[in-house]
């Protein structure tokens, strides 16, 4: 019938949506990682806030994409000065 055709549309699309969100978070991601090893933290701090306004779209989660988020998050800390004790930031290193 016409209205499970739609439905079964609208569900495409909605999957179609998360997949093109999870690229663009991606690219910001990578990005946002390429200004903060250049030194370019004003432009780190903009790309992180396009990530923020993506993330609350529908997206698919993978855990590549949850490990980038947590790196995010790690440098958006030492971006803003929080302090981390010396053991996390060696251990960090030493995983590199």
């Known amino acids: 019938s016409k209205r499970k055709k ?9 999957a179609v949506n998360c997949i093109v969100n999870r690229w663009n978070v991606d690219y910001y991601v990578y ?7 250049d030194g370019q933290y004003t432009d780190f701090c903009q790309i992180r806030d396009i990530l923020q306004s993506l993330m609350a779209r529908p997206l698919e989660m ?3 994409l949850s490990r980038k ?10 971006n803003e000065g929080n302090t981390l004790g010396e053991k996390i930031l060696f251990c960090f290193m030493a995983c590199r």
């Open 62 to 64: 993978t855990d590549q």
């Open 69 to 78: 988020l947590r790196v995010m998050q790690f440098l958006s800390r030492i």
């Open 31 to 37: 990005c946002a990682l390429e200004s903060f090893r």
């Open 6 to 14: 739609k439905n079964h549309i609208i569900r495409q699309n909605r």
